[in-house]
């Protein structure tokens, strides 16, 4: 049974938020040299469009964790499936994610690359879903604060493998 799909937000918020983390970032990194490293499946829109708006060159790199199967809740146990190709020893590293919700998955990435002993090592996320949080965790970088904890689709993001292709973000209506 499909369910029904409602904006969220359009694309010009998108963008015009992807744009401004874009700016932030490129002035806090003037010097380039930065590896940003995807997660994958549901960060690959969102990357893809914050590296067309940088204006410093970056590295890229992605790491594939295991999170939500088929349901729409965490699980709390993440493991890497994809590691990273690069090494991150003395570099200064940013994990883009789509959306953090209760922060397991990347409390637990952040733990792991820290272990490789990177120079600096921040966090950017399209999404956030603050109210949701089991486990503090900072945010460097946000894209939009929710305000309400909708299952959110589309722009990378996806209920079951569905609806990451769609240009704008939408919760599902049950
Ligand atoms: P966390 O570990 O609870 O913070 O969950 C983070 C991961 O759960 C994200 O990388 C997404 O893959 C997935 N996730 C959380 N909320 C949503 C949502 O609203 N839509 C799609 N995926 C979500």
Do not use: W
């Amino acid at each position: 049974m499909g369910k029904k799909l409602k904006v969220l937000y359009n694309k010009k918020t998108i963008l015009k938020r992807v744009k401004d983390l874009a700016q932030q970032i490129s002035k806090d990194y003037p010097s380039g040299e930065l590896i940003l490293v995807g997660v994958l499946k549901g960060g690959f829109i969102f990357l893809a469009d914050l590296v067309r708006a940088l204006i410093i060159p970056v590295h890229i790199d992605f790491v594939r964790l295991a999170s939500y199967g088929a349901s729409t809740h965490s699980s709390g146990k993440v493991k890497i499936l994809k590691d990273l190709e690069t090494s991150i020893t003395g570099k200064d590293v940013i994990i883009v994610e789509d959306i953090i919700d209760t922060g397991l998955t990347l409390e637990f990435l952040k733990q792991e690359l820290f272990k490789r002993r990177p120079r600096s090592l921040k966090i950017c996320a399209l999404l956030d879903k603050k109210s949701r949080r089991k486990v503090e965790i900072k945010v460097d970088y946000v894209g939009i604060t929710m305000e309400k904890n909708y299952f959110v689709v589309g722009y990378g993001l996806d209920f079951s493998e569905q609806y990451r292709h769609l240009p704008e973000i939408f919760f599902l209506d049950p």
